[in-house]
């Protein structure tokens, strides 16, 4: 293995303790004491523009959410089908350098459009949403799979062919678990709600 491809696998470490040691924080009580803090933060998003439209034009709410859902639609595809590809499951016959760029493009956007159209929603609803613990886990979850997918899944599939196969396959497994897991944490808060 060359020195690349040693640095990539410290600094995955490290970041996999970096997100062990955020998921501590979730779920520790400390956790509850900065949670507290972000009240007036929730309360002044239902006062922005976004605030006010989400709240007043049902509309307006509903087709920022459809947005919303397509981008979360499209982020789960790519990831499905990059992480199958690493997996072997799919596009056999695509070299997987060309697949993981191309889905990786596509997931960009749709994060950035999820981002984006999330917010819009959230500050429609924030004092709701405050006091939802789901959508705490949600924005944990959320976290968790940015932070994996730009600094620990990106640098090792950057390095596809130096990096043990077995390695790949365990991030490719672990990349669906955490977007699963933020696709039923934002499916929750639906039903919560």
């Known amino acids: 293995m060359s020195d690349a491809g040693g640095f990539v ?3 995955s470490v490290l970041v996999l303790l970096a997100m062990i040691a955020a998921l501590w924080f979730a ?3 400390l956790r509850v004491e900065a949670w507290h803090g972000l009240l007036p933060l929730f309360e ?15 509309w307006a709410f509903a087709t920022v959410e459809a947005f919303h859902l397509l981008a979360m639609a499209l982020l789960g595809g790519a990831v499905l089908v990059a992480d199958g590809r690493l997996l072997g499951l799919v596009l056999r016959e695509t070299p997987a350098r060309q697949v993981q760029e191309q889905c990786h493009t596509l997931f ?9 159209t999330g917010i819009f929603m959230a500050c429609g609803v924030a004092s709701k949403i405050y006091y939802l613990e789901v959508f705490w886990y949600k924005m944990l979850a959320l976290s968790v799979g940015v932070v994996f997918a730009f600094f620990v899944r990106r640098p090792l599939v950057a390095h596809v062919y130096q990096v ?6 365990l991030v490719a497994i ?3 678990m955490i977007w699963f897991s933020v696709a039923a944490t934002g ?5 919560s709600g």
């Open 108 to 116: 960009v956007w749709s994060l950035v459009v999820a981002v984006f």
């Open 27 to 29: 779920l520790s009580d």
């Open 44 to 58: 002044w998003m239902e006062t922005t523009p976004f605030g006010v439209i989400g709240k007043t034009w049902g």
């Open 164 to 169: 043990p196969s077995n390695t790949i396959r």
């Open 187 to 191: 499916r929750w808060i639906g039903f």
């Open 174 to 176: 672990a990349s669906v």
């Open 9 to 11: 696998y410290k600094r």
